[in-house]
């Protein structure tokens, strides 16, 4: 950080602005407060859970660190128009494993720009690093970065932001057979789409629940309630998980029409020779009796059709997920 005197790092603190005052608490109604209270740390949860799965990803790929020297290392030409995923870091002279600050994709300014910004006092990202190391809490700072093409960082987006969309199906028609009921609002657009199930996970009855069960203490008691519970949680179910199976590129057809081909496809001609997406959607429409299907996911975003043949966009959603799409080999 040898850009800046000891005189200009100790002209940058870091003052607190926009925290309420006491006297501003007692003014709030305290259902409002305890809302808003939530709100943020949900809020911040969200955001911390967005950061962790972006180190993931810088570490994944193996990258090394880059010492921070000058501000000419932001001003270069390969850094200047550049989208990437990026990750600032720091060590202490007690440490000297580097250790995460930040990590961001940056998918809307150049890298060069968004970087310059976590090195300037005149910004609040920029303040906080500059006081650490005006403090001695930090000895060097560091960065590193993965280079990232639009379609990429529209698919991270895909990822981090878009939420799962159910796929309802109809009761069983011609016996055993359920068809699939596509939500509207599909876009007539090209974009990227993902196809994922639900995974519910069990467990077998944890050692308290089995001791309560066969407590002899209570041998020749009848408790109707504990009875029923114990029969309804014959296993402990795990929150569910949706798992990624496919990852599609409307580029000649729409998203509309690439979702209309893999959930429309007619079961009745289905045959265990099929592979691939189409497949597995099918004979999912075929059930037992008294059997649902397994819950299918859907989601998408758009993305401008000249952007779409760019970079490497399996190999990306995979590395951020951290398992291979099933129907993508």
Known sequence: MEDYSQEDWGNHSQDLHGYPTDQELDEIPVTKRTLKIKQESSEEAQKR?????????LESVQLKWELFQSWTDFSRLHLSNKLAIFGIGYNTRW????????????????????????????????????TRVQKMNWKNVYYK?????????????????IDWIPIAHSKPTGGNV????????????????????EECIERPLSPHMERHSLDPGKEGRVDLETLSA????????????????YLGIAEVRTLQQCLFLHFQANTKTFSKDWVGINGFLSQNCIVDPGVSPKSIYIKFVEVERDFLSAGSLV???????????????
Not at 49 to 57: E, G, H, L, S, T
Not at 145 to 161: D, G, K, N, P, V
């Open 49 to 57: 859970d967005i950061m962790q799965n972006i180190v993931q990803i």
């Open 145 to 161: 970065f993965l280079e990232i093409t639009i379609s990429e960082a529209r698919c991270l987006e895909l990822h981090m932001e």
């Open 315 to 329: 190999e990306c959603l995979e590395k951020a997920i951290g398992y291979p799409l099933k129907f993508n080999n």
């Open 95 to 130: 440490k000297e494993d580097i250790r995460y600050h930040y990590a961001e994709i940056s998918s809307q300014v150049p890298l060069g720009k968004r970087l310059r910004e976590y090195f300037n006092s005149e910004k609040p990202e920029g303040r906080i690093i500059m």
């Open 230 to 245: 114990q029969a309804s949680l014959q296993v402990e179910i795990e929150p569910t998980r949706i798992i990624y199976c």
């Open 178 to 197: 359920v068809q699939y009921l596509l939500p509207g609002g599909i876009p007539k657009s090209p974009g990227l789409y993902a196809i994922g199930y």
